[in-house]
């Protein structure tokens, strides 16, 4: 059954591609990273979320605060800074009042500084897809939910080029 083969074969090829280029140790459910070429695990710019003391991805039916927070051409977010208490999962939901494009990128003050240094050295390179970080057009509404498990603060920053420098950051305060 030439048909049938034909059939098996060519999902099977394209898993082994699949699977060939995903990171061996990707966990499913694992946060979207910016590709197979920019491993999150292997790469220092970029620890797991759970590593740094940031939190963890959010999970919708745990939200217990919905915290709004503005993004203008100011290279503000408003609010700069807000509270929750560690343990909490919190909606973030953002929206871009300015016509540029801006971003919310959770982390902390030394790796976000380092991944705006990454992001220059690679022009194009977005956080869309990851769990941490919201990337929207002007005009745009979005939502990130996070869980901050961890006591002190977590920055966060828009790596726009030029923007993170302009002083386009804030703070969580995790208590
Ligand atoms: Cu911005």
């Known amino acids: 059954m030439p048909s049938l083969l034909h059939s098996l074969r060519l999902p099977l090829a394209a898993l082994l591609l699949a699977t060939t280029a995903l990171p061996l140790h990707a966990a499913p459910g694992a946060p979207h990273t910016h590709?197979?070429?920019?491993?999150?695990?292997?790469d220092p710019e970029h620890p797991?979320?759970?590593?740094?003391?940031t939190g963890v991805p959010g999970q919708a039916g745990a939200v217990t605060r919905t915290i709004e927070v503005d993004m203008g051409d100011d290279m503000r977010f408003t609010p700069a800074a807000f509270d929750v208490r560690a343990g909490e999962t919190v909606r973030i939901a953002l929206r871009n009042r300015g016509m540029l494009?801006?971003?919310?990128?959770?982390?902390?003050?030394?790796t976000l500084a380092a991944h705006y240094?990454?992001?220059?050295?690679?022009?194009?390179?977005?956080?869309?897809?990851?769990?941490?970080?919201l990337s929207l057009d002007g005009g745009e509404t979005g939502e990130l939910l996070w869980r901050f498990t961890d006591?002190?603060?977590?920055?966060?920053?828009?790596l726009e080029p030029g923007?993170?420098?302009?002083?386009?950051?804030?703070?969580?305060?995790?208590?």
């Open 163 to 175: 923007h993170y420098p302009a002083g386009m950051r804030g703070e969580v305060r995790v208590r």
């Open 35 to 42: 590709g197979a070429a920019h491993d999150r695990a292997h």
């Open 101 to 110: 494009r801006h971003e919310l990128v959770l982390g902390n003050a030394q």
């Open 117 to 133: 240094d990454a992001m220059l050295a690679r022009p194009g390179m977005t956080h869309e897809h990851t769990a941490n970080a």
């Open 48 to 53: 797991a979320p759970a590593e740094d003391g």
């Open 151 to 158: 006591a002190g603060t977590v920055s966060f920053a828009c």
